[in-house]
């Protein structure tokens, strides 16, 4: 067993999950470069997770697409042609592009996710 702050781990935790679950589990694990014990521990104490360079550049170019949306939603209040229904459209979509960013389902977070 590991040792941490020079103390050893000895206790277990059992998780009852699905295969699903754990097949995902096991993908982000490895997506993130960590054991599966490592990478629990990381998510079940907060610590955050460090991005690999796939990532940084998918957060990006979602990053970018937003600042676009929001770009074309100040050049039409900018040309006094607002409409409310076009403002919320493109909120909406901004939105859905946020939600690509969220690291947990958002239902966990947001009651109307």
């Not at 277990?12 to 699905?18: M, Q, Y």
């Not at 229904?85 to 969220?102: D, G, K, N, W, Y």
Request: glycine letters at 4%; proline letters at 2%; aromatic letters at 2%.
């Amino acid at each position: 067993m590991a040792k941490i702050n020079g103390a050893k781990r000895r206790e277990r935790l059992k998780v009852n999950v699905t295969a699903a679950e754990k097949t995902e589990i096991a993908r982000r694990a490895e997506a993130a470069g960590q054991s599966l014990s490592d990478y629990l521990r990381h998510v079940g104490l907060a610590r955050r997770m460090g991005a690999s360079p796939e990532q940084v550049l998918q957060v990006t170019g979602l990053l970018q697409q937003v600042l676009e949306m929001l770009e074309q939603l100040a050049a039409h209040v900018e040309d006094d042609a607002i409409d409310a229904m076009l403002v919320l459209t493109q909120l909406q979509r901004i939105e859905r592009v946020v939600l690509m960013l969220a690291p947990v389902d958002c239902s966990a977070r947001f009651a109307s996710c």
